[in-house]
């Protein structure tokens, strides 16, 4: 299994799922999964669009810390740092 970090590239969205975190075989498969949960979730009022969102695989093999800072940048960034 592998863990994906889904993201919308557009922030100003109202009733948009911002950020999500997937474990899936791959990134196809957890692509669809997302997709699916946007269509069935009664909170939010899009559907994924490759341009909307980006979908990066997050190595779990390799120390690492993402971060989401608010206003414009509300995009988790990876924070990097000598391993301990």
Known sequence: MN?????????????AIQNAIVVAEN???AIKKFSKELRRNPDCHQSYRS????????NIN????LIQ???DTWQFDEVEY???
Request: glycine share 8%.
């Open 62 to 65: 390799k120390p690492k810390m």
């Open 3 to 15: 863990v994906y970090l889904i993201q919308s590239t557009d922030c100003l969205i109202d009733q």
């Open 69 to 71: 800072y608010g206003g």
């Open 51 to 58: 341009t909307g969102f980006s979908c990066k695989k997050i």
């Open 82 to 84: 000598e391993q301990e």
């Open 27 to 29: 990134r196809r498969t």
